[in-house]
């Protein structure tokens, strides 16, 4: 006798978790809502805001160099298109804190995270960053040195930045570490976020395939609105996988990311494809779709499980 689950057998029973852990996930009451500001910067790096700007989280850092514009025939704004320009339109905005946030290690993630960082620190921009603990106080100390910056001033924590589940707070925002399924180049274990930011709390997956924790994720943390990779191609998972983990998760709103930035992904359809998924895998989950470059104001509606 086989005791083993196929991968459909076990998808089908992680979902049956994450079905009854998401039990009470529906809007809540009229007026249970929070609002922020996204911002696509291409791939899987994007900013999230408060809507007066005085709370920014950067989730990865590949701006400048970012090549997620190209597919969409959209031209980059120039604040987008240097170190100095972006620091000079994010000081411009007066922020309280901005926290930049690394999922792991690969350059479409960190590609410009040494150039960004000692950009806002000159910028006089009150920046902080976070990551896999591991991360931050083994494997980037070097390049923190050679950039001239003080990594136990800047990663939070005191320069340990957090583990698996594990938690940072600054200035409002709490930042939470979960797993992601992929690699790194350095070794250590790539992750996504929950992120509290605003009054909402978001799911930031980072570069991963569908797993069946997910369910786990979604029934401790309650999630608002899941940010998912949904390129398929060489690196992560598809717009089916990234529609499971939305219904893993027990999300009432999503955005996908992570396409459309180089050939081994999928282009701009991809979009369209996960919100097909969506409303077949995970009918009760709003899609929003983003152009990058543009900034959308998203109506969040709040999980009254958490209260």
């Not at 704004?77 to 100095?84: F, G, K």
């Not at 136990?152 to 200035?171: C, E, F, P, R």
């Not at 999630?223 to 690196?235: C, K, R």
Request: charged share 15%.
């Amino acid at each position: 006798m086989n005791d083993a689950f196929s991968r459909g057998e076990f998808l089908a029973a992680s979902a049956a978790v994450g079905a009854a852990g998401s039990a009470g996930r529906a809007a809540g009451p009229a007026g249970s809502g929070a609002v922020l500001k996204m911002r696509w910067y291409g791939g899987g790096v994007y900013e999230l805001a408060t809507p007066d700007d005085k709370t920014i989280v950067l989730v990865d850092a590949w701006i400048w160099n970012n090549t997620g514009f190209k597919a969409f025939g959209i031209e980059k704004p120039a604040e987008l298109a240097s170190a100095a320009a972006y620091a000079a339109h994010v000081k411009g905005r007066s922020p309280n804190a901005v926290i930049v946030a690394l999922t792991h290690d690969h350059g479409d993630h960190m590609g410009d995270y040494f150039e960004l960082l000692p950009a806002l620190v000159a910028a006089g921009v009150d920046v902080k960053t976070v990551g896999q603990s591991d991360l931050m106080r083994v494997a980037l100390v070097p390049k923190f040195k050679a950039a001239n910056l003080d990594n136990t001033q800047l990663v939070l924590n005191g320069g340990a930045g957090i583990n698996m589940g594990g938690t940072a707070s600054y200035k409002g925002v709490k930042i939470q570490l979960v797993p992601a399924v992929h690699s790194t180049a350095s070794g250590y274990p790539a992750a996504g976020f929950i992120i509290d930011i605003g009054g909402a709390r978001i799911y930031a997956s980072g570069d991963t395939d569908v797993f069946g924790d997910m369910a786990l994720i979604g029934s401790r943390y309650k999630p608002d609105l899941a940010i998912v990779s949904s390129g398929n191609g060489a690196f992560t998972m598809c717009p089916d996988d990234a529609a499971l983990t939305c219904k893993l998760v027990g999300v009432s709103h999503a955005v996908p990311v992570h396409y459309a930035h180089n050939p081994l992904v999928l282009g701009p359809q991809c979009g369209d494809l996960f919100a097909a998924a969506v409303a077949r895998v995970s009918p009760s989950t709003r899609v929003t779709l983003l152009k990058p470059g543009a900034t959308t104001t998203l109506q969040i509606a709040t999980n009254p499980a958490r209260a």
